[in-house]
């Protein structure tokens, strides 16, 4: 546990950990989906850890990927909330819960 | 012989023509047919009985004759047919039945004429006549049951043939299940049988047990008892007697026809018939000897008191039964038949007098209410008093030889095991005798001759024709059949041949236990015995009748006294040993109460409430899981972690084992 | 690990931390995206430190730039007279689950990583391996871009352009306005965002 | 140092199914963007002609061998190709009762046929893929479009919320197998199936890898409604347009499944150990979950979703055998489950208005009277949901319990039997409804259709818009009844006889 | 040797009900005569057929008139159907059965009358499939086919608490037949062993299953069968379903639908699984005995009409378990001869019932009372197939329970002792019931305007009442079919239990020797 492949690993993980935690307990859609952007970094972060590690350029061009996806589901997501909630007077999650049981 | 099966198939037809189309037969054509295919069962039965005294006919070895209308049942080794077997038991048994029906059919076309339920009546009785005959000639266990059953259907029937009333629909009901109770053993008797004989023909049954087989006597005997349950029940033995004083409900024919000449002597039949199986079993035909020797005293007693005039005649009838098992049991099959075979023509020829009675006074049955009978209705009287004598044992008539015959054979008897047995039997026989004589003449007074106490606005008066003709030949019957079993003490004095006896014996094998045999030649000792037995038995049938003239004629109302010095024997005895409240307590009751339990508690409550608290363990489950779906993403969010926690424990769990 | 990594490492993954954590703590939407931006920045420090300049450009072109561009626009458009930010976290039971469970998940991961082992075999493909420590030029990636991962390239585009079919669709104003005047709330310029 | 790969044009013909609809997408933009055709018939038929196309197009070109492309990141071979073939039907179904539909809800925007196809091409796409991060991309492009259809009925609020929830809670799951995909690469050192296979046996501690495929199944498992990463199911399919739900709800199983039998047969088959009893524990859990959530469901929609959990429940039972064979089992589960929910839909979606799309159980009371074809149209759906024989759903149910039952898990096959038994009740319901209950008077019945207690319990779950007035006889939705039609001869035909499909799926297993 | 008939004539007899029925739903009349006559033409069409198979039969120890054809040969399940001496009876039972239901409908079913007469035609072509099909899948396939029809008819059409009713015929159904469905899968999996797996019982009867497997096998066939009989203690659907079927369905539940449980007892329980069943013989005849008794104690206190017959219906299926598991051709004859019997009187109790039921709206026994006066008529044709129900002697029932308890009495005294109690008890409350019906004056002047059976009616119940006369005098041509049938599976019976029954060394040697048996036998499969 020396390297900083390693130091990357737990840094992506706990970045991950914390990305989670932030989908559980806010309530804000966007706040939500922000801790989700952080999820994709922390997995982006692995990839590149991982590239070096393995002295390989692949892992830097599945990050590159999985940019690209993230910020298509930001722009999904963005607009998705942003229809969701324009007319709502609360922005909350809790609110958006007509279906249930 | 082979025209056998028409006295069954004769009776059958008219109760088919009578029972589909008697809507819209006149009621004479009816009554003609019904009586006709009776008369033509009985032609049937009577030629056989001529072909068989000619020896017409192959015989088979035992002097039996078999013949096969068609193959019943037969399935991989199990064979019952429609079979009948012929030979003097079944040829008695058909004649007397065949001829005492006719009569009683030829009776009641003059006692239902008024009925709304003509042509149903005559369907039954004419069912009745064919199941019996059946009953009577069929050659194995089985087809035998068929008829048992089937005149067991026809007692509920006609029991229970004014509908309209509860009464009789009771005792119909009561008649049906006591005498299942006693046909359920006689089914285990069968499978029994079946199970070690691997036969349930007569004939080849005897001719097994005829040799000398290796079967347990326990096993005999139980056999030999779970048949004779199904003779209790049908001949109304104790414990099972109950529903026969019950069955006096229906209409009066019907009580002579089935609840006094015929049916309820199906289960001595029965007995004799398996003579040769009864006889591995001493200690079983001891039970039956002392069934029958308890019954026939213990009926009697109850009849003492009893005002109705049929009930009077169905305890007696119980007690006359108990006579034959008596003797049966006591090996003397040929005696019991015998007395069968007076006790059809004395009953039957009771009952219709009886019938007669109740016809003029109206449908009533209570003896206190009549009285001086005999001014109004002579000729029925003097039919009542022919029967009666002749079942009280007053010399010379039928009763008197029959039950001498009874009584002889006890006294005589030596079971082996309990030598001392036949005498203490004799004793109750003789009891039994001198109460028969009392409560049959106490009848006789309280309805011909003591002071009339019926409505005076009545005019009884003797029945029609058709209804005093068969009485008539009956009574011709209760005097003269008696001399066809002449005991050895007439044959030897008068030297007039027994001609019943060794008729019967051909098939009723002489049986070990007892030291009687009839119709051997006997010595002097023997002829000194039998003279004891027959003075006493003819001291207490005077004893009886002196005693009834005693109370009723004598000392007339001291009845009243004695009622209330002995109130609580009186009582018991009038509400016949509380044994019916009993039965009722212990099986009905109780039996309703444990079915509501299984209904509600059980099946309801156990069974299918174990079913339904599943449906409902599983619904309520259902609602509980769906509450984890709370709508919000958080918590679904949770749901994917925790179930990324549980996969990776899984998978490390596979990895660290 | 040398010293100049460590150095550079370990301020930027203690940065990283505190935007990720601030990003959850923060009450304000605003200040949460602000915070995730550091975080961003940070990690494109760190890419730096792993060799992958490319990607560290990237990352902050593409995320600090256009990506948190866009939430700070989305977390504007709520902000509206009467609404409040304050409810933004959950119950303190659903906090304390939640953090449960990260604990429990953060922990068994790091169990995994110290019983784990990374795999240390040269990668197979030639091409795209280079010398350890050295930073892979930019037309070599270019190439293994295009070659070997043209395929999850050209799906990229694919899934771009539904991207933005979906984004109009849902951002549209609707045709009907009735909806919205039952709820009375006015209806704001829309703007369409795609890529 | 760079080799640039020859890429083989002549072998992208059998993309041309693919092609062709990426080609029919962009068309539909343009045309839509030039305000050409701007009428959801005209869209409609345009979309359905291109699947046509593509389906001659896959038909022609068929790979009755295995081929390779984009250097092995994609391999078409006989069992994507029948895949294909399924989805490639499904859509067009799909997309025939989808124009009137959205003439119905009065929807705008013609921005539905090109998501939804894309969305197709996605799923198709997914099986073919070898390698982790196309797959990733492909359930991407899969995902994206399906979460804007769900939030398509933007003026009802329930499918915006459906589509939200599904966005947030889909883009949470693909953070997981963005980081699976990662750890993977990591302890494996490739994201390529065929050099996973090769290099596990090199990986010494197996718990990075492990961590990476529990992140990666996670994400799938998302898709597929596994327990417990179902929870967004009950609430899209209610709240998502019928269409979409009943597309969604065959096709994206369909695609998912094969894609994780491929990736667990071909990238991690060596350690299948590791991963079978997961699969019986998820399934007994999804098993169990789906079938009690639906017992009390008045909502059809909602008590289809949890059924379509359930039926994962059962499909993944036949993952705990580690042979290839079993997808013919599995895969013939898929289609006959999806035939007959979106045969399901495609009735459903006829009932829709502007103001909702759900459909409660009071709602479809006395339909047997209304309707009687439909409800017996119904009925055959149910029952190929239940197993009941001469429906596809017996027979499919029949085979994957053999093949569980033959690897030696005959507890799971009696679970499997108890959930079946448990999901009788509730299908009953709502043939109960359909047939039996009489369309007027509400809820006065239910001390009837209790049985123990187990109540409908419809006090706290009642529509806002009742449906009751949109059930109304005489209906004319001619397409829906055509598609129900095809659906039911389908599900009819494959419950007597499936050999051919049966023969194509053993000999083109995975 | 497979005789393949020219004419497939078992499956024209399958699918004459169901064509009728297609013909029906997609006839466009309204009107109701076309239905109700096209219906009853269409079930006296298979009643004929069905009779007319009857001088084909040649040796019924095998199957007669059989029909292969392969179906699903990746499944292993081919379409195979025959007949024998066991399900010829069932079969003509069921045609026989139909008609008058049919018949008798006419006057009972006054709404949705189309789908009605639909359903019981696709219920018939399910029943005579379940009695004809040899192959387990295509029996399960029929078997499960009979679902749906009997719970519409029951949901309905039924009174009172008919969807709960319905609802538990089916839940209890299900999970019988699905845990049957796990047995097919066993012993289509283990079958495996001995050549291409197959579900064909043909085939399969002649491999040697061990007996650990086959216990587990039987039961969860049993378990299927067992429900439907119904044995005690899965017995509480039925009373439910019957009390709330319209009267055809309760004839129909009664009279055939029982019988599938029963047949599958035999055919399939202790024809696959002999020495299972004769491992479990004892508890299996315990259990119907149970069965006579406790629903028989539980009659006498029924105040529901319908409720009585129907609790009298699970004593009579006590009666068939009991022979079935006597494992003897006599009980085994007898139990046959009383599934037809028990069709039979049941079928028409619940018919005259429902005529009852239709004329006064109540099944209450405490509201009838006197009805022999009003209605002559049917208290005759009640008391007839009343003393059928009872057993008498020289009507049907009786040769059933008679064979069944001499042949149960073969093999165990004191069970067979105690389900001879049982004729006790139905008389008991039988008689007890009938009285309080019939008997007594007619009080209430709903019932004293009652009026008697129609023309209608009469013909509906005289064909029943014909052959409970029949059967009772003559039931030689009946136990003469079913014998070879029963002594084939009576012969693999005995052939199992001489295995099972030495002692481990010799069994041991004796499977072995069993196995090589086999292994040729397989050898000639596969050829």
């Given at each position: ?101 | ?641 925790v179930g990324a926690i549980i996969l990776i424990v899984l998978l490390f769990r596979g990895v660290i084992t | ?195 | ?179 699976g ?25 197996k718990?990075?890898l492990l961590l990476g495929l529990a992140m990666l199944l996670v994400g799938l498992g998302?898709?597929l409604?596994i327990v417990p990463f ?30 994780l039998?491929?990736v667990l047969?071909?990238?991690f088959?060596?350690i299948s150990l590791y991963w079978k009893p997961i699969f019986i524990i998820l399934a007994v859990l999804t ?25 994962v429940g059962?499909i993944i039972t036949g993952l705990v055998i580690p ?86 898990y005959?507890?799971l ?98 | ?527």
């Open positions: 546990m020396n390297d900083i492949v390693d130091y990357s690993v737990v840094l992506s993980l706990l970045l991950f950990s914390i990305g989670i935690l932030g989908v559980i307990v806010r309530r804000h859609p966007i706040v939500m989906f922000m801790a989700i952007e952080l999820m994709l970094n922390a997995g982006n972060l692995l990839f590149i850890a991982f590239a070096r590690h393995l002295a390989e350029v692949n892992g830097q061009i599945y990050a590159l990927i999985m940019m690209a996806v993230a910020a298509a589901e930001v722009a999904v997501g963005l607009a998705i909330i942003v229809a969701l909630y324009k007319y709502r007077a609360e922005v909350d999650v809790d609110a958006i819960s007509a279906f249930k049981g | 012989m082979s025209y056998i099966h028409l006295a069954i198939v004769w009776p059958l037809v008219g109760a088919s023509v009578n029972g589909l189309f008697g809507k819209w037969l006149p009621k004479k054509l009816a009554s003609f047919i019904a009586c006709f295919s009776v008369l033509l069962s009985f032609l049937a039965s009577f030629l056989a009985l001529v072909m068989y005294l000619m020896g017409i006919g192959a015989l088979g070895p035992s002097g039996q004759y078999i013949y096969t209308l068609y193959s019943w049942i037969n399935v991989s080794g199990f064979t019952s047919d429609f079979g009948f077997l012929v030979d003097p038991l079944s040829l008695l048994m058909a004649n007397t039945v065949s001829f005492v029906s006719f009569l009683i059919h030829v009776y009641s076309i003059g006692y239902m004429e008024k009925d709304e339920g003509f042509t149903r009546y005559f369907t039954y009785l004419n069912l009745f006549v064919a199941m019996m005959m059946l009953l009577v000639t069929s050659e194995n266990l089985v087809m035998m049951f068929v008829g048992w059953e089937g005149v067991g259907l026809c007692s509920y029937l006609l029991i229970g043939f004014w509908y309209r009333n509860k009464a009789p629909q009771r005792a119909g009901v009561k008649a049906f299940v006591v005498n299942r109770v006693g046909d359920f053993a006689f089914l285990l008797g069968i499978f029994l049988v079946y199970a070690i004989f691997d036969t349930v023909r007569f004939s080849e049954l005897a001719k097994i047990l005829g040799t000398q087989v290796s079967i347990s006597p326990y096993l005999m005997t139980v056999i030999a008892l779970l048949l004779f349950g199904g003779a209790v029940g049908k001949s109304a033995q104790f414990p099972l007697y109950v529903w026969l004083p019950d069955a006096m409900e229906g209409p009066t024919p019907v009580s002579a026809l089935i609840h006094a000449a015929t049916m309820v002597t199906a289960g001595v039949y029965l007995v004799a018939r398996l003579n040769f199986l009864f006889t591995w079993s001493q200690f079983a035909m001891l039970i039956v000897a002392v069934i029958g020797a308890f019954t026939a005293i213990f009926s009697a007693s109850m009849a003492l008191v009893n005002n109705d005039i049929k009930r009077v005649l169905a305890y007696s009838t119980i007690s006359q039964l108990g006579y034959m098992f008596l003797s049966a049991g006591l090996g003397a099959y040929p005696v019991a038949i015998f007395h069968l075979f007076s006790n059809a023509f004395m009953k039957a020829l009771l009952f219709l007098s009886s019938g007669a009675v109740i016809h003029a006074l109206n449908d009533e049955l209570d003896m206190r209410r009549m009285g001086g009978l005999a001014k109004y209705m002579p000729k029925t009287y003097a039919n009542y008093l022919i029967g009666a004598m002749a079942i009280s044992g007053i010399p010379l008539l039928a009763g008197f030889f029959s039950k001498d015959a009874i009584l002889y054979s006890a006294y005589t008897s030596t079971p082996l095991s309990f030598p001392s047995v036949g005498k203490i039997l004799w004793i109750v026989g003789v009891l039994t005798a001198i109460l028969t004589a009392y409560y049959m003449f106490r009848q006789i007074y309280l309805v011909f001759l003591t002071p009339p106490r019926f409505n005076p606005s009545l005019h009884p008066h003797d029945p029609p024709n058709v209804m005093l003709v068969p009485m008539w030949i009956l009574s011709l019957g209760s005097v003269l059949v008696g001399y066809l079993g002449l005991p050895v003490l007439f044959t030897s004095i008068l030297g007039v041949p027994n001609v019943l006896m060794p008729f019967l014996n051909r098939v009723l094998h002489s049986v070990t236990v007892t030291a009687h045999k009839v119709g051997e030649p006997i010595s002097n000792k023997e002829l000194v015995g039998e003279a004891i037995v027959t003075l006493v038995s003819v001291i207490s049938a005077l004893l009886g009748l002196f005693l009834a003239h005693y109370f009723y004629k004598l000392r007339y109302g001291i009845t009243e006294k004695l009622k209330r010095i002995f109130k609580e024997p009186y009582l018991t005895l009038l509400n016949k040993y509380y044994v019916d409240e009993f039965y009722n307590g212990l099986f009905v009751v109780n039996g309703k109460r444990f079915a509501d339990f299984l209904d509600a508690e059980v099946d309801r409550g156990v069974v299918d409430g174990f079913a339904n608290f599943i449906a409902f363990f599983i619904g309520a489950l259902g609602q509980l899981l769906r509450s984890l779906q709370t709508g919000l993403i958080r918590n679904y969010a949770w749901y994917i972690c | 690990m040398s010293l100049l990594e460590a150095l550079t490492f370990f301020p930027l993954a203690i940065l990283a931390v505190i935007g990720a954590v601030g990003m959850v703590v923060a009450r304000n939407p605003v200040h949460s995206a602000l915070f995730l931006i550091l975080n961003f920045f940070a990690l494109a420090g760190i890419f730096l430190t792993l060799l992958a300049p490319l990607l560290a450009v990237l990352q902050v072109i593409v995320y600090a730039g256009a990506i948190m561009v866009l939430f700070l626009y989305a977390v504007f458009f709520f902000i509206q007279p009467g609404q409040r930010f304050t409810l933004a976290y959950s119950l303190p039971a659903q906090a304390l689950l939640g953090s449960l469970v990260i604990i429990v998940l953060f922990t068994l991961m790091l169990y995994t990583l110290y019983r784990g082992s990374l795999f240390s075999v040269p990668s197979i493909g030639a091409a795209e391996s280079f010398k350890r420590g050295e930073i892979f030029p930019i037309n070599a990636f270019g190439s293994v871009l295009f070659s070997r991962y043209l395929l999850p390239f050209e799906l990229t585009s694919l899934l771009l352009l539904s991207a933005m079919i979906g984004a109009v669709v849902m951002t549209r104003a609707p045709r009907n306005k009735n909806i919205l005047q039952k709820k009375g709330i006015t209806t704001e310029a829309q703007g369409s965002k795609d890529e | 140092m760079t080799q640039i790969q020859t890429i083989h044009l002549g072998s992208f013909v059998f993309l041309s199914p693919l092609l062709i609809l990426v080609a029919c997408v962009l068309l539909l933009i343009l045309l839509d963007a030039m305000k050409i055709g701007r009428s959801f018939k005209v869209q409609g038929t345009m979309s359905a002609l291109s699947l046509l196309f593509a389906l001659i197009a896959l038909a022609v070109f068929f790979p009755f061998n295995p081929v390779q492309l984009f250097g092995g990141a994609v391999i078409y071979n006989g069992f994507t190709a029948l895949i294909n073939a399924s989805l490639l039907l499904l859509l067009l179904l799909t997309i025939v009762i989808s124009s009137p539909y959205l003439l119905k809800v009065k929807s705008e925007g013609f921005e539905y046929f090109p998501l939804i196809i894309t969305s197709a091409i996605g799923m198709m796409l997914l099986p073919m893929t070898r390698e982790l991060v196309s797959l990733i991309v492909s359930i991407e492009i899969l995902s994206i479009p399906l979460y804007i259809l769900s939030g398509y009925n933007r003026h009802i609020e329930e499918s915006k919320e459906a589509g939200f929830k599904y966005f947030l809670l889909g883009a949470f799951s693909s953070s997981f197998l963005i980081f995909a990662g750890l993977i690469y990591g302890s494996t050192g490739s994201i390529w199936l065929s050099d996973i296979a090769l290099n596990l046996p090199l990986v010494e501690e718990f990075l998302f898709k409604a179902h929870s967004w199911v009950p609430d899209v399919y209610q709240g998502a347009p019928s269409p979409v739900v009943g597309f969604m709800a065959g096709a994206v199983k369909l695609s998912v499944l094969s894609a039998l491929v047969f071909y990238g088959g060596l098993m169990f979950l789906g079938n009690f959530g639906a017992l009390h469901q008045m909502s059809l929609k909602r008590l289809l979703a949890y059924s379509s959990i359930s039926h059962y042979a290839p064979a079993i997808s013919t089992a599995i895969i013939f589960y898929a289609i006959s489950y999806a035939v007959a929910v979106l045969g399901i839909f495609a009735l459903l979606s006829m009932w829709a208005t502007e103001k909702s799309d759900d459909v409660y159980l009071d709602d479809i009371r006395g339909l047997s009277q209304k309707e009687p074809l439909v409800a017996l149209m119904l009925a055959i759906f149910l029952m190929s949901l239940i197993g009941v024989p001469i429906t596809a759903g017996f027979l499919a149910k029949l085979y994957l319990f053999y093949e569980v039952y033959r690897a030696g005959v507890y096959v009696i679970i499997a039997i108890i959930n079946s038994i448990i999901s009788v009740y509730y299908y009953f319901r709502v043939i109960t409804a359909m047939y039996i209950l009489p369309a007027a008077a509400p809820s006065n019945i239910e001390g009837d259709v209790n049985f123990a207690h187990a109540a409908l319990n419809s006090a706290n779950q009642s529509n806002p818009f009742s449906a009751r007035a949109r059930v109304r006889s005489q209906e004319s939705a001619p397409l829906n009844l055509l598609v129900g039609y095809v659906c039911l001869l389908i599900s009819v035909a494959l419950g007597i006889a499936p050999r051919l499909i049966l023969l194509l799926l053993n000999i083109y297993h995975i | 040797m497979l005789y393949q008939a020219t004419i497939p004539i078992l499956s024209i007899l399958i699918f004459t009900p169901l064509i009728g029925a297609l013909i029906m739903l997609f006839s466009a009349t309204h009107s109701i005569k076309f239905h109700r006559f096209f219906s009853l033409t269409i079930s006296i069409i298979a009643f004929l057929i069905s009779v007319g198979i009857l001088p084909f039969l040649k040796d019924l120890g095998t199957f007669n008139l059989e029909e292969i054809y392969t179906w699903l040969p990746q499944i292993g399940a081919s379409y195979h159907l025959g007949i024998d001496g066991i399900s010829l009876w069932l079969v003509l039972l069921t045609t026989f059965l139909f008609p008058i239901t049919i018949l008798y409908s006419f006057g009972s079913v006054h709404f949705r009358e189309k789908e009605y007469y639909i359903l019981l035609l696709i219920t018939e072509t399910a029943l005579l499939g379940t009695f004809l099909a040899l192959d387990l899948v295509l029996f399960f396939f029929f078997w499960e086919g009979v679902l749906i029809p009997m719970y519409l008819l029951i949901g309905i059409w039924g009174s009172g608490k008919r969807i709960y009713a319905a609802m538990k015929f089916v839940l209890f159904t299900v999970v019988g037949s699905l845990f049957m469905l796990v047995g097919i899968i066993g012993i289509f999996v283990y079958s495996n062993q001995f050549g291409p797996s197959t579900f064909d019982f043909v085939k399969l009867r002649n491999i040697p299953i061990p007996l650990e497997l086959q216990t587990w096998l039987f039961l969860a066939f049993t378990l299927g069968f067992a429900i439907k009989v119904p044995t005690f203690p899965v017995h509480t659907w039925l009373p439910d379903a019957h009390t709330e079927a319209p009267t055809a369905g309760s004839v129909i539940l009664a009279g055939v639908l029982l019988k599938m449980g029963a047949y599958g007892l035999l055919r399939f329980s202790v024809g696959l699984f002999p020495a299972a069943a004769i491992k479990f013989s004892p508890s299996l005849m315990a259990l119907g005995v149970v069965g006579i008794i406790y629903a028989g104690i539980i009659c006498a206190v029924q105040t529901d009409l319908k409720r009585l017959v129907a609790y009298s219906s699970i004593a009579h299926m006590g009666f068939i378990v009991l022979g079935i598991f006597s494992m003897n051709s006599i009980a085994q004859s007898g139990a046959v001869i009383q599934m037809v019997n028990h069709g039979l009187s049941t079928g028409a109790l619940f018919l005259l019932v429902g005529m009852l039921y239709d004329r006064r709206h109540t099944r209450e026994i405490a509201e009838f009372g006197g009805l022999a006066i009003p209605m002559p008529v049917f208290y005759n044709f009640f008391l007839v197939v009343m003393l059928s129900s009872i057993g008498l002697p020289a009507l049907n029932g009786f040769i059933g329970e008679f064979l069944i308890l001499l042949g149960a009495f073969q093999v165990n005294y004191y069970l067979a002792g105690v389900g001879t109690f049982g004729v006790i008890l139905s008389a008991v409350y039988f008689l007890y019931n009938f009285r309080r019906v019939f008997h007594g004056e007619c009080y209430s002047s709903e019932n004293r305007l009652l009026k008697d059976l129609n023309l209608r009616e009469i013909l509906a119940l005289a064909p029943i009442v014909l052959m409970i006369f029949l059967i009772g005098l003559y039931p030689r041509p009946f136990l003469k079919r079913t014998e070879p049938s029963i002594n084939e599976v009576v012969m693999r019976v005995n052939r199992a239990g001489a295995i099972l029954y030495l002692s481990p060394t010799e069994r041991a040697q004796k499977e072995d020797v069993s196995k090589l048996i086999n292994l040729n036998l397989t050898e000639n499969l596969v050829k």
